[in-house]
Nanobody, 122 residues
Framework: VQLQAFGGGLVQAGGSLRLSCAAS????????LGWFRQAPGKEREFVAA????????LYADSVKGRFALSRDNAKTTVYLQMNSLKPEDTALYYC????????????????WGQGTQVTVSS
C-alpha cells in the first residue's frame, strides 16, 4: 500500500485548507485511513480517522468542529477539510492506514505516507 498526502501550505489564522491522501497498491488491505501531525519538538499526535466502508469518523478533541473527513471510494482518496485554522495547527501532517478499525494510536497504523506541511500564521 502506498499513500500520498498533499494539499498543505501557508494560510492565515482563521483560514482553511484541504488535505488529500491518495491510496494505491493493495488498497483492499485498508480498513481505516487516519491523519496524524507532528510539530517541531513535539510528539506525533492523532488528528482524525475514517473507516473506508461505512465512513464513520473519529476526531481528536482539538480539531472537533473545525476539521472534517470525507472519502471518495472510487478514487481511493480521503480528504481532510480544515477550517478555522489556528497557529497551533501548524505541523507536518501525515496520512496513515491500517487494516483494523479507527484508532488514535500511531503504532496501530502499518502504512504511512510522506508528510505535507501546514503552516498557520497569526
Amino acid at each position: 500500500v502506498q499513500l500520498q498526502a498533499f494539499g498543505g501550505g501557508l494560510v492565515q489564522a482563521g483560514g482553511s485548507l484541504r488535505l488529500s491522501c491518495a491510496a494505491s497498491g493493495r488498497t483492499f488491505y485498508i480498513y481505516t485511513l487516519g491523519w496524524f501531525r507532528q510539530a517541531p519538538g513535539k510528539e506525533r499526535e492523532f488528528v482524525a480517522a475514517i473507516t473506508w466502508g461505512d465512513g464513520i469518523t473519529l476526531y481528536a478533541d482539538s480539531v472537533k468542529g473545525r476539521f472534517a473527513l470525507s472519502r471518495d471510494n472510487a478514487k481511493t482518496t480521503v480528504y481532510l477539510q480544515m477550517n478555522s485554522l489556528k497557529p497551533e495547527d501548524t505541523a507536518l501532517y501525515y496520512c496513515a492506514a491500517r487494516k483494523g478499525t479507527r484508532s488514535p494510536l500511531a503504532n496501530d497504523y502499518g502504512y504511512w505516507g510522506q508528510g505535507t506541511q501546514v503552516t498557520v500564521s497569526s
